[in-house]
């Protein structure tokens, strides 16, 4: 039994830029996203080369006091969808206005900017969920400070829990580097998620391609295009990405330290293989659907050949049929005793024939 595939569309909401309501000053805060009510969660983790300490904060206030510890603090804010927190974050870090428009703003593209006392950056998080099928997306934002990271997230940051993991354990480098390599940790995890996504569609091409082959309908068709469409979302996050990740490799600002470089340009180097894998697979699915429409086309003239086949042995039979069916009164084979067994052993000894003539021509 063939088995159909569902692909879940994606969000166009997150790739189709908005702005703020019309008439709204530059640099408004206002959540632009889907509707959300959750409680904004803030939490922190500090550590250094020998320790580490988890806070969960209930107000914006409590954060101020952990700005003095030495240590390098990663602050995690789950929920961009209140203007007033995000307000409160941004006047206590310094964030300008136009910066937390676009946290808030959850349609952005991937960019960065640096600015004098800290670089912002925006990231699409885009991951696989292994039992639906269906990819989910979210946006990052990420401020990097020094010895602070701030990253904002719309929904719970499952995929950075084993980083966090991590550093509690104290295994790798992070707890021996500066904030920025913690920045190159976060976007590593962000980009190998891409990594998941694009093996799941190359999967998900290999299935399509073999139902193709074997019987092709009107769902193989829509799952070709669904499959395009989503590889032109990945390409449309995965490209920006990679010039946020060109300017921190190249970038002077001093919370970019030269030992970091080198990681980020390994990044990179990922980013440039899933580009040039996406394009791979997109080549694959235009070829897929050619190869849809020369199977359809082929087995439609599969049909036209045996329809024309057996339309061309009726061709005599008609004519004998039609001869000995007229009204004439004197017709002499009509009188012959044995005329009724021989009209059919003609018949069938014509179709027999041409049967065996379509056969040896291969035409059967």
Not at 114 to 123: H, L
Not at 269 to 298: A, C, F, N, P
Not at 304 to 329: D, E, H, Q, W
């Amino acid at each position: 039994m063939k088995r159909k595939r569902k692909l879940k569309k994606i969000d166009l909401q997150k790739f189709v830029s908005k702005t703020a309501k019309r008439g709204s000053i530059p640099g408004t805060v206002e959540y632009i996203g889907q509707p959300r009510e959750d409680k904004v969660k803030i939490e922190v983790l500090e550590f250094d080369e020998l320790t580490t300490k988890e806070t969960i904060f209930s107000s914006v206030n409590e954060m101020t006091a952990y700005l003095e510890h030495p240590g390098i603090k990663w602050f995690q804010v789950t929920g961009v969808h209140n203007s007033d927190i995000l307000n409160e974050i941004g006047n206590l870090f310094n964030i300008i206005s136009l910066d937390l428009e676009d946290i808030a703003n959850t349609t952005q593209r991937p960019r960065i900017e640096e600015r004098e006392e800290y670089i912002f950056m925006v990231f699409k998080v885009m991951q696989l969920d292994q039992e639906s099928r269906d990819v989910n997306i979210e946006q990052v934002s990420i401020i990097l400070g020094p010895n602070y990271v701030i990253t904002f997230h719309e929904t719970k940051p499952e995929i950075f829990e084993p980083l966090q993991t991590r550093i509690i354990a104290g295994l790798g480098r992070v707890r021996k580097m500066k904030s920025d390599y913690l920045i190159f940790a976060i976007t590593d995890i962000i980009i190998d998620q891409y990594f998941t996504l694009i093996e799941a569609i190359g999967e998900t091409i290999e299935e399509t391609e073999e139902e193709l082959i074997a019987s092709p309908d009107q769902s193989s068709q829509e799952a070709i295009y669904k499959l395009k469409r989503r590889l032109g979302y990945v390409k449309k996050s995965i490209w920006p990405a990679r010039e946020v990740l060109n300017q921190l490799q190249h970038s002077d600002h001093e919370l970019i330290n030269e030992d970091t470089k080198i990681y980020f340009r390994n990044i990179y180097d990922h980013t440039i293989q899933i580009i040039e894998t996406l394009e791979s697979l997109r080549d694959l699915t235009s070829g897929m659907m050619d190869l849809y429409l020369s199977t359809v086309s082929y087995k439609m003239n599969e049909i036209m050949k045996v329809l024309t086949i057996f339309s061309t042995i009726f061709i005599p039979l008609t004519f004998f049929a039609g001869v000995y069916g007229m009204n004439f009164k004197y017709l002499p084979e009509l009188e012959w005793r044995n005329g009724y067994f021989i009209f059919w052993g003609i018949m069938i000894t014509i179709t027999i024939v041409m049967l065996f003539y379509f056969r040896r021509k291969k035409w059967l």
